[in-house]
């Protein structure tokens, strides 16, 4: 009878909890301007942005969760307030007045940052020998740069 492998503990690296712990405050942030755009969203664009800024919002949601469910695995605490989540984010609120084109733009540069966060964070990760960590970030960061590009194309 074969002998099985022992079973390699989750990674507990502290600077991969930092570093997702910025994640989940910059998705709960996201969330929220995601909301305030598909509420406050005006003109010939409102029926086709405010579906799609509640499809964002929804998909915000799930990997807010991911990231933080991540975070527990891996033995760490997640950040679960909004006090704590505004002053860890790297990604700022909605202003308020923003036009539809301003709205798709934030939305834009925000994502592109939370892209290139990811990225350095999957690096981290392998670093640390924290792979799963890293794939599931590698995974988010697909669907980032897929919905970059089609806010892009929307905006022509």
Do not use: C
Request: charge should be negative; hydrophobic fraction near 40%.
């Amino acid at each position: 009878m074969a002998t099985k492998a022992p079973v390699k503990k989750a990674n507990t690296d502290n600077r991969v909890i930092e570093h997702l712990n910025v994640q989940v405050a910059n998705w709960s942030v996201m969330y929220m301007k995601l909301h305030h755009f598909h509420w406050y969203v005006k003109g010939p664009n409102f029926f086709s942005l405010h579906v799609k800024f509640e499809e964002l919002y929804d998909e915000a949601t799930l990997i807010l969760d991911e990231l933080a469910e991540r975070v527990l695995t891996i033995g760490g605490k997640p950040l679960s307030t909004l006090k704590e989540h505004l002053a860890q984010a790297t990604i700022g609120e909605a202003k308020g007045g923003e036009s539809t084109e301003q709205m798709v733009k934030a939305i834009i540069a925000d994502f592109e940052q939370l892209s290139d966060e990811a990225g350095q964070l999957a690096d981290l990760s392998e670093e640390a020998g924290d792979k799963s960590t890293a794939d599931m970030l590698i995974g988010r960061q697909e669907w980032i740069q897929k919905s970059v590009w089609m806010l892009k194309a929307y905006l022509g």
